[in-house]
């Protein structure tokens, strides 16, 4: 009997706590290369996103490998955890804690600091000191951030389609 009750509080805790998962306004295929200490990728996904949460699911040979997914934490297979953790942990300490979101969402970076505009829409930030030397790349279909000083690169292109009648 202890084992039945058992096994209904934990449905019914699953079913209030839930494994919900949240629906995305736009969902747009990637080819994405994500290079740090902590996480190697390169390959296809997709980056999805409404509002200010986004999510990144990462595929190598059409079959999901990782997510990663930033709302009110930052959860990847490893757990979930607050954003400025997931920053300290697999980026740098000395970034500021929306810096993943923003370059996930084609966004400046840093408060935008040191940005430059070229034609053609692109724009490139140079952020340099003792901690970090930073060039980030926004372009229409494309966003390239490297930090030589860290290790760190993140590019993301857009999936051209391809017509195979060309």
Same mark, same amino acid.
């Given at each position: 009997m202890q084992k039945f009750f058992i096994l209904w509080v934990s449905l019914l805790i699953l079913l209030i706590t839930g494994c919900t998962s949240k629906?995305?306004? !736009?969902?747009?295929?990637?080819? !994405?290369? !994500? *290079?740090? #200490?902590?996480?190697?990728? $390169?390959?296809?996904?997709?980056?999805r996103h409404e509002g200010e949460a986004v999510e /990144?699911?990462?595929?190598? $040979?059409?079959? /999901?490998?990782?997510?990663?997914?930033i709302d009110e934490k930052v959860c990847v297979s490893a757990g979930c955890m607050s %954003? %400025? /953790?997931?920053?300290? %942990?697999?980026?740098? /300490?000395?970034? #500021?804690?929306?810096?993943?979101r923003r370059i996930l969402l084609g966004e400046p970076i840093f408060e935008g600091?040191?940005?430059?505009?070229q034609c053609g829409g692109? *724009?490139?930030?140079?952020i340099r000191n003792e901690k970090m030397d930073i060039?980030?790349?926004? @372009? #229409?279909?494309?966003s390239y951030f490297k930090d030589r000083?860290?290790?760190?690169?993140? @590019?993301? %292109?857009?999936? @051209?389609?391809t017509n195979a009648t060309e």
């Open positions: 629906h995305y306004s !736009i969902s747009e295929p990637k080819i !994405i290369t !994500i *290079k740090s #200490p902590k996480l190697k990728f $390169a390959d296809t996904g997709y980056i /990144a699911e990462l595929f190598t $040979a059409g079959v /999901a490998v990782e997510k990663i997914s %954003e %400025e /953790a997931f920053v300290r %942990e697999y980026l740098s /300490a000395d970034y #500021p804690t929306d810096t993943l600091i040191n940005t430059t505009e692109a *724009k490139t930030q140079y060039v980030y790349r926004l @372009k #229409p279909e494309m000083s860290n290790g760190l690169i993140i @590019k993301i %292109e857009d999936l @051209k389609e």
